[in-house]
């Protein structure tokens, strides 16, 4: 069965230091993967989609950055945090063929 | 624009009563999907269902239903005889550009009394 699981699931980071959120997909290949904050509030603001290893599509400027270096892995960073980028960030999977679409169980930052 | 609105922000209710949550698309293309998914004070998304733009049959699911009109682009989601367990928030999500782009409302936040 296909699973997907986030790191680290809680996160306290100081302003202007580096971020590395990971993603990673099991149980299915060439998923599309997804990167989602949820701020504070309830709006899920999509950050970036992938459909394949290294395409990356970026939805708003802002200083994160995602990568895919492999076809199930799914990775947010940042090089330096603002406050601003505190929040829930989901990643979420989809698959081609059936269109379902699952999320992992968050990432919660807090940047200081 | 592809946008999704959910245009109620909070409800509240009392168990046992029915509520509808409303949901309404604008995309231009022609193939799409619409999903439901529930958020409990926990943070997980739970996924409810998904309806594709051909498909607009109704469906039910114990007490959950679901009622896709494409002409008036609206996906409403009602739950019968609410529990208290039903409290969470609702997002309505619409998937296009040939399946590359997920959003989502901003969500309704049902509280269900007892």
């Known amino acids: 069965s296909q699973t997907i699981h986030q790191w680290p699931a809680t996160l306290v980071q100081p302003v202007g230091s580096p971020l590395s959120l990971e993603c990673t997909v099991e149980?299915?290949?060439?998923?599309?993967l997804y990167w989602y904050r949820q701020a504070a509030g309830r709006g899920l603001q999509l950050l970036f989609y992938?459909?394949?290893?290294?395409?990356i599509s970026s939805e708003v400027p802002q200083n994160l950055s995602a990568s895919r270096p492999q076809d199930r892995q799914f990775i947010l960073s940042s090089k330096k945090l603002l406050l601003s980028d505190s929040g829930f960030y989901l990643c979420?999977?989809?698959?081609?063929?059936?269109?379902?679409?699952?999320f992992g169980e968050g990432s919660r930052l807090t940047v200081l | 624009a592809q946008k999704v609105t959910q245009a109620q922000t909070e409800i509240s209710v009392v168990e046992k009563e029915d509520v509808t949550l409303d949901c309404v698309y604008e995309?231009?293309?022609?193939?799409?999907?619409l999903f439901w998914y529930k958020q409990p004070p926990s943070g997980e998304l739970v996924f409810l269902i998904r309806?594709?733009?051909?498909?607009?049959q109704n469906e039910i699911s114990g007490r959950y239903s679901w009622n896709f009109q494409k002409s008036t682009s609206s996906f409403n989601f009602t739950i019968t005889a609410s529990q208290v367990v039903d409290s969470a928030v609702y997002f309505c999500?619409?998937?296009?550009?040939?399946?590359?782009?997920?959003?989502f409302g901003q969500g309704t936040e049902l509280s269900v009394k007892p």
């Open positions: 979420a999977w989809r698959s081609p063929n059936t269109g379902e679409l699952f």
């Open positions: 999500a619409l998937l296009y550009n040939q399946g590359g782009k997920l959003i």
């Open positions: 309806r594709n733009s051909f498909d607009e």
């Open positions: 992938s459909v394949g290893i290294g395409q």
């Open positions: 149980g299915t290949s060439n998923p599309n």
């Open positions: 995309t231009r293309d022609t193939t799409y999907y």
